[in-house]
């Protein structure tokens, strides 16, 4: 799919590897939906930015936690920028959850964000896609869902299931729409990382650097714009799956 003209909605696309995603896709010639949760003033700058470049971008609040909201997202994200043709779910949570204090609010938690809202928004830009005849969604997974890090399991547990998320919806919505998802390792080091954690991160990273939110654009623009891949889980994290 060109990308040129096309709809795209980024959620969590204020901050960090989203905004990346969002001003690679507005770079192409996408109009971008950028939705945010809380980081209100960074959407803004991120769309005056776009705007300045001669692209097109419009701001959506949404708590995604709120399966009503993730709803009215989609609604208003075609309201406003007409059908939505690319739908990158990259919005997540992500804390440590150590086993001692570990419960079911924290489950709860992570399954409502990271993947009851794409599951939710897949279905409903999804079937849409499917009506038009063509789309793509690209879901932003993780490779530790395969090599865990400690004290994240309610994490895993939601980024496994955008895998699997992605090969069923792939299935459901063939032939018409591609549905595949990235797996990100060390691209940016976790908020609030001391030194010593992100060289404890290195040291078991083969590539021995944080690949940066342009490793990530890039694999979303080959999702998007080959049409003959769909189901897969693209690593992109510097090796460390093979340490
Ligand atoms: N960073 C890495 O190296 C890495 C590694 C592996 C996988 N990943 C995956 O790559 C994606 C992006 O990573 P990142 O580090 O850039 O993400 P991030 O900074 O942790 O979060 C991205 C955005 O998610 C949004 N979000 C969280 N909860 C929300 C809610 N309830 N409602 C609405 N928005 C909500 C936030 O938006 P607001 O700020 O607007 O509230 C936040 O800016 C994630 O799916 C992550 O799991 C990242």
Do not use: W
Not at 124 to 145: E, P
């Amino acid at each position: 799919m060109e990308l040129s003209g096309r709809t795209a909605l980024v959620t969590g696309a204020a901050r960090r590897i989203g905004r990346a995603i969002a001003r690679g896709l507005a770079t192409r010639g996408a109009r971008v939906a950028v939705h945010y949760g809380r980081s209100a003033a960074d959407a803004q700058a991120l769309i005056d930015e776009i705007r300045a470049a001669g692209g097109t971008a419009e701001a959506f609040a949404a708590d995604l936690a709120d399966p009503a909201a993730v709803l009215a997202l989609a609604a208003r994200v075609e309201a406003e920028l007409g059908p939505v043709d690319v739908l990158i779910n990259n919005a997540s949570v992500f804390y440590a959850t150590p086993l001692e204090t570990l419960g079911e609010r924290e489950l709860d938690d992570n399954l409502a964000i990271n993947l009851k809202a794409p599951y939710l928004l897949s279905l409903r830009l999804g079937r849409a896609m499917r009506t038009r005849g063509a789309g793509k969604i690209v879901s932003i997974g993780d490779a530790g869902a395969t090599h865990p890090y400690r004290d994240y399991l309610p994490y895993y547990v939601s980024k496994a299931g955008v895998v699997a998320l992605t090969e069923s919806l792939a299935r459901a919505l063939a032939p018409a729409v591609q549905v595949n998802c990235i797996a990100p390792g060390p691209i940016l080091p976790p908020s609030g990382a001391s030194a010593e954690d992100e060289a404890r991160i290195l040291a078991r990273t083969p590539l021995a650097r944080f690949g940066g939110p342009e490793a990530v654009v890039a694999a979303v623009v080959y999702l998007v714009e080959n049409d003959f891949v769909t189901g897969t889980t693209l690593v992109v994290d510097g090796g460390r799956s093979l340490v």
